[in-house]
């Protein structure tokens, strides 16, 4: 084990370097499902009642106006919110099927294969390869690669918009992805040692 600052790396023999699968990272976006975000969104407000009186009768166009446009903006600021915990998601399912493919790599090749144990990782934790990401710069699209994990570590499936609260999308999903990663970071049993980026080379290709 090699320690360089305050990190430990993994003593890998040798000196060439390892090709991993690539990384395939689905950012298309899916317009069909926004706007399906939009129609759930404006209904979400209406039972949750986020804007006060805004079913009672209305005489005046003008209020009637007003209440629209509210109901809008607090709709437009939900989906928004809603699409960057999709996103989120999407990058997280990318990279939890990559350190997937990256088990089974290192399980294949005699010189990588003393790294794994077939229940644990006791030296190249799970996380390790999001740490790798970092080390690598690999562009997330502005999204922090521990944040996209947690998320998919939180819901095996891109959950609907409709399952959650207001509070959730506006104040409490960055909390949950944190928590989750982190968690699942502590699984590795200690020391948790970090993948040499100079050891390890690999393709990312958005699709």
Same mark, same amino acid.
């Given at each position: 084990?090699?320690?360089?600052?305050?990190?430990?790396? *993994?003593?890998?023999?040798?000196?060439? /370097?390892?090709?991993?699968?690539?990384?395939?990272?689905?950012?298309?976006?899916?317009?069909?499902?926004?706007?399906?975000?939009?129609?759930?969104?404006?209904?979400?407000?209406?039972?949750?009642?986020?804007?006060?009186?805004?079913?009672?009768?209305?005489?005046?166009?003008?209020?009637?106006?007003?209440?629209?446009?509210?109901?809008?903006?607090?709709?437009?600021?939900?989906?928004?919110?809603? *699409?960057?915990?999709?996103?989120?998601?999407?990058?997280?399912?990318?990279?939890?099927?990559?350190?997937?493919?990256?088990?089974?790599?290192?399980?294949?090749?005699?010189?990588?294969?003393? #790294?794994?144990?077939?229940?644990?990782?006791?030296?190249?934790?799970?996380?390790?390869?999001?740490?790798?990401?970092?080390?690598?710069?690999?562009?997330?699209?502005? *999204?922090?690669?521990?944040?996209?994990?947690?998320?998919?570590?939180? +819901?095996? /499936?891109?959950?609907?918009?409709?399952? +959650?609260?207001? /509070? +959730? #999308?506006?104040?409490?999903?960055?909390?949950?992805?944190?928590?989750?990663?982190?968690?699942?970071?502590?699984?590795?049993?200690?020391? *948790?040692?970090?993948?040499?980026?100079?050891?390890?080379? +690999?393709?990312?290709?958005?699709?």
């Amino acid at each position: 084990m090699e320690i360089l600052g305050s990190r430990r790396y *993994v003593e890998i023999p040798g000196d060439r /370097q390892h090709d991993l699968p690539p990384l395939l990272l689905r950012t298309a976006p899916e317009p069909a499902r926004y706007e399906h975000a939009m129609e759930l969104a404006g209904s979400l407000i209406d039972e949750e009642e986020l804007i006060p009186n805004a079913n009672l009768p209305v005489i005046d166009p003008a209020i009637e106006l007003m209440f629209d446009r509210r109901r809008t903006d607090l709709a437009l600021q939900l989906v928004e919110q809603y *699409v960057k915990l999709i996103d989120a998601w999407r990058l997280g399912d990318s990279i939890v099927e990559w350190i997937r493919q990256c088990e089974t790599t290192f399980e294949l090749r005699p010189d990588l294969r003393p #790294l794994l144990r077939p229940d644990v990782w006791p030296h190249a934790g799970r996380s390790s390869f999001v740490t790798l990401l970092r080390d690598k710069s690999v562009d997330t699209h502005g *999204v922090e690669p521990e944040t996209a994990v947690g998320m998919r570590l939180s +819901f095996r /499936q891109p959950p609907p918009l409709n399952c +959650f609260s207001n /509070q +959730f #999308l506006l104040l409490l999903k960055g909390t949950l992805a944190s928590t989750a990663y982190e968690s699942w970071a502590k699984l590795s049993p200690d020391p *948790v040692s970090s993948l040499p980026p100079e050891r390890f080379r +690999f393709e990312v290709h958005d699709m």
